[in-house]
């Protein structure tokens, strides 16, 4: 349909790696008009080493940031699945959540994890990458989850599938009107990056080293998968 609005659904472990991995390509395609979900897989509550916080405030600090950073970008919607920050699983179960999910939203392109980028230091983005991968089979493929098509909820296979942090990248997305956007959204993550010198630096440049292979004043690799 010439006037159907375009969707994407962006599937992270943590607070702020949808920023970290993608931050000005969703902005991006958030100033184009199309309609963007969140799904982020855990409350990120081991994420400090603040001895004074405990994992229930860190939970409630870092779910207030992700909405801060998601807003400035343009971001409609945010979904968190409050697992355990360090203890997901490539379950079945896990796989056919993330599935049902992208039956629902029917997002045009799905950005997630690389899980096979070598020496990838954090359990969870391994697991979020293949679940969301092996999420994307069951979503598009009718005799997987076969009662979901009996009460209506149908397949959908998704236009792209783009992992961050590619370990052999083969798209360049040109943000180069949108790395401030990228910049804003993480200063949202205060209990990660406040402590952090030259972080913004380091962004920028990665940014522009990457614009540089395709062209582009400033750039985000990705993996694009076939669907």
Sequence with gaps: MANE??????????????EFGAGGTIGKLARDG???TYIVCTNG????????VSTYQLSEIRETEQRAAANALGVQQVLFLRY????????????????????HFKPHSVFTHDPWK????????RTVGFA?????VSARDHLFMPGLGQIGITVWRPQGLFLWTAEQPDHIEDISETIDL??????????????VEGWEERIRKRAAETGTEAG???GEAFRKMPV
């Design 118 to 125: 070598h020496y990838m230091f954090h359990p969870d983005h």
């Design 182 to 195: 990228k910049i804003a959204s993480l200063r949202e993550h205060h209990s990660q990056l406040n402590h």
């Design 132 to 136: 969301t991968i092996e999420g994307v």
């Design 45 to 52: 509550n081991k994420g400090s080493h603040d001895p004074d």
């Design 34 to 36: 199309w309609n963007i």
């Design 5 to 18: 609005t375009m969707r994407a659904l962006v599937i992270g472990a943590h607070p702020d790696d949808s």
């Design 216 to 218: 582009f004043a400033a």
């Design 84 to 103: 355990n920050d360090g203890e997901l699983e490539p379950t079945p179960a896990l796989r056919a959540e993330i599935a049902l999910y992208i039956r």
